[in-house]
């Protein structure tokens, strides 16, 4: 590490110390811009990915204008630290070192009337479902999102889609996919709560010259994108991210799960895993076999393979997405939030085509009760990932889970009437 790197890292947990503005955090590394930059790679390794902080959104990966990462493991490596531009874009995009700058809105355009109750700025929130009965066999709750795609691309609004598919020997591991086709579509239909880096593909993207394109992504990936739209270090990469992604999909997520937990639900379950044909969560984990039979297991108990880094990600309902979704409330529809004039047009387009049906809120609602706590749930107590503890000091004490955390493990508040020992 070079000794501007040293300077840059020392600066930044300087302000973290000294509880400086967490808006002024960035300018930490943006000084070093009119000196010529630096390596900040370096920072990116020291302060998220050594510590186990990275989330995985691989935003520093596709930013990169010279391939400096590979990724492995849901995390960036340093594969090739020679070819560094010091363009600094890696820090710039990465949601664990800083928040959102305060323009963000503007560039997100809200939807009037603007509205936040806990869960982002929105205009209105419907129940909807697809009326292509091909689609609803393939999806998960009510298959929005993929006739929303499918409906952009028949109508030539948006080129292709960056979604999430799986792996070929395991139908719960996920793996990232560059849709152009309807059947790419249909393929990737459906979820999988695995962490699926479906943010690589944008790489694929820019070297095939695809765009406009939509993203589907869960909340830390949409957070990760939005930074390299915003990015106040304008170079051609955040340019291309700021002009070819066009609408951005959210699906709500309290917190994914490790590979491993396919296997221990197999174990659980006493089958092989791999005729594990879709998992849902409804409150519990609801699997469906190959052979068509259904099975459930405890969510508290699937609960202890929560994957330890969702804890830093506190955005439950993708805030920052055009349209968000998620299969809470009325079963077989998709809880649908329209956050972005982009988001109305592309859903009531899809709507007025025939393409949606729809019902209001009311019609079930545990969708908005639901909303309510799981967003408030995944705020509650936390402090900006930053000023989280480590992977490390938290395994120390025990507590990796990232749903407890904050709420009865070690970073829980001490209740008002507990004494403290003298």
Request: proline share 5%; charged share 25%.
């Amino acid at each position: 590490m070079d000794e501007r790197s040293k300077q840059v890292i020392e600066r930044y947990r300087s302000l973290l110390d000294d509880n400086a503005n967490a808006q002024e955090w960035a300018f930490s590394w943006r000084t070093e811009l009119n000196r010529g930059g630096f390596q900040a790679v370096d920072l990116l390794m020291e302060e998220v990915v050594k510590p186990g902080k990275c989330i995985g959104c691989a935003a520093c990966v596709t930013i990169c204008p010279v391939d400096v990462f590979d990724y492995k493991n849901e995390n960036p490596i340093n594969a090739r630290p020679d070819a560094c531009v010091q363009c600094v874009l890696c820090a710039e995009v990465c949601p664990v070192l800083r928040p959102a700058d305060k323009d963000l809105p503007a560039l997100l355009d809200y939807q009037e009337p603007i509205k936040d109750e806990g869960y982002g700025p929105y205009a209105y929130g419907i129940y909807s479902r697809s009326t292509d009965s091909e689609i609803l066999k393939h999806c998960q709750d009510g298959g929005m999102v993929s006739s929303l795609i499918l409906h952009g691309m028949e109508t030539g609004t948006i080129e292709g889609a960056i979604l999430g598919d799986v792996m070929e020997d395991n139908r719960q591991i996920g793996r990232h996919k560059l849709a152009l086709t309807r059947e790419d579509v249909l393929n990737c239909a459906a979820s999988r709560y695995t962490y699926s880096p479906n943010t690589l593909a944008f790489q694929e993207a820019i070297e095939q010259k695809v765009g406009p394109v939509a993203m589907v992504g869960v909340p830390c990936q949409v957070d990760g994108l939005r930074l390299q739209q915003n990015s106040s270090i304008r170079q051609e990469m955040s340019k291309w991210y700021k002009n070819n992604v066009s609408l951005v999909f959210g699906l709500f997520c309290s917190e994914s799960f490790t590979h491993e937990s396919i296997t221990k639900l197999g174990e659980i379950l006493e089958i092989d895993p791999k005729t594990i044909k879709n998992i849902n969560i409804k409150g519990k984990v609801i699997i469906r076999l190959d052979n068509g039979e259904t099975r459930e297991v405890s969510l508290k108990k699937y609960r202890d393979f929560a994957r330890p880094a969702c804890l830093y990600c506190l955005d439950y309902g993708a805030e920052s997405a055009d349209i968000g979704a998620g299969g809470i409330g009325l079963d077989g529809w998709t809880y649908t939030l329209i956050r972005t004039k982009r988001g109305h047009k592309a859903f009531q387009e899809a709507v007025k085509a025939g393409k949606l049906e729809v019902r209001p809120l009311s019609d079930d609602p545990r969708g908005e009760f639901l909303m309510n706590m799981l967003s408030k749930n995944k705020k509650e107590n936390r402090p900006l990932p930053a000023k989280m503890p480590t992977h490390a000091e938290r395994e120390a004490l025990g507590s990796l889970c990232p749903k407890t955390f904050y709420t009865t493990g070690p970073g829980a508040p001490t209740p008002k009437n507990e004494k403290t020992e003298q």
